[in-house]
């Protein structure tokens, strides 16, 4: 069987924007070639889930490739990526130069690249993200193993916006804490979380599809087994209940529409931890989360991504 791949050529700063838009115009798998990696790459790491040395890098902007069963009629479907990619810039990112090409790639091929460039990577000190496929046991006795499906969704625990959220919750999860997992991509958030200690989990994606991926890697992790999954918009259909921590690691532009309705699902003093800000919109995040009863606690960079966690003060308090 062979697949075709769509391949956008793009800046670092669309990459997630980019990589949403191919899942969700159903994509089977995500691959990314981003210069600025060179930039974060640490070889004293124990391991990593993209190797340095096994591929050759890009010296800049970047490249994400969306793979389709040879059946996908990609005419149509190339057309509404690249109106999809050219409406980037009215939310004020630089996607440029945006082209959108298609090269046939055999199913070999592809699973081979794959298993090639993906291996166990050590997020932070608890978590390691481990592909499916890999052999792996724990280095040491507080290490978490996440099993993940890198092909399934986006969210495999290697970009900046990915880490910066795990460090965020491994800030804020004492025990027991429920948690909303808005836009739950690959469920490695979601996942993060009950490894922590926390309690009930729901996450929740635009789409079946994406859901369907996060059931997926659920199933992969039998400790996870009873996080629940819905599809939402947001907030717009999520249980009518008060949780302890809200996570979200999306496009700043999509945060902002969130942040209004961040206080309807808090309880009073509960946090709300943010990804996916790149460093030209960090302020004018932390301004929404003021305007709408948020404190920020801690504001984390890696790279050009900010993390923020942000406690809410309810006017019950």
């Known amino acids: 069987m062979s697949w075709q791949k769509i391949v956008v050529e793009t800046q670092t700063e669309s990459i997630e924007a980019i990589s949403n838009i191919l899942m969700t115009n159903g994509a089977e798998g995500v691959e990314i070639d981003d210069s600025a990696e060179l930039d974060h790459y640490q070889p004293a ?30 005419v149509l479907l190339t057309n509404k990526i690249q109106s999809s990619v050219d409406e980037l810039s009215d939310f004020g990112l630089d996607a440029h130069p945006g082209t959108v090409t298609v090269q046939a790639v055999l199913e070999d091929d592809w699973a081979t690249e794959w298993q090639k460039y993906y291996h166990p990577v050590r997020v932070t ?24 499906d890198p092909g399934m969704a986006f969210g495999t625990g290697t970009h900046p916006t990915t880490q910066l959220m795990i460090q965020a919750l491994e800030v804020v999860v004492r025990g027991g804490e429920t948690v909303i997992d808005v836009g739950t991509g690959s469920g490695v958030l979601g996942i993060t979380a009950r490894l922590l200690g926390a309690g009930d989990i729901l996450g929740t994606d635009i789409d079946d599809v994406a859901v369907t991926s996060a059931q997926g890697n659920v199933d ?23 949780y302890d921590i809200v996570i979200a690691n999306m496009l700043a532009e999509v945060l902002e529409l969130l942040i209004p309705n961040v206080g309807n ?22 301004f929404d989360l003021q305007e709408n009863g948020l404190v920020v606690e801690q504001s984390m960079k890696l790279g050009d991504w900010y993390g923020i966690i942000a406690k809410f003060n309810s006017e019950d308090n």
Request: proline fraction near 5%; aromatic fraction near 6%.
């Open 265 to 286: 699902v808090l309880q009073p003093n509960g946090r709300l931890l943010l990804s996916g800000i790149y460093y030209d919109k960090r302020d004018k995040m932390i």
């Open 125 to 148: 000190r608890h978590i390691t993200v481990v592909p499916k496929w890999e052999n792996y046991q724990p280095i040491q006795k507080d290490e978490q193993v996440i099993v993940l």
């Open 45 to 74: 790491d124990a391991t990593v889930m993209v190797k340095a040395e096994d591929i050759v890098h890009r010296t800049s902007g970047a490249s994400v490739s969306g793979y389709f069963a040879n059946e996908t009629d990609l």
């Open 220 to 242: 992969l992790n039998p400790q996870v087994a009873d996080m629940q999954l819905m599809v939402s918009d947001l907030l717009n259909d999520v249980p009518n209940q008060k």
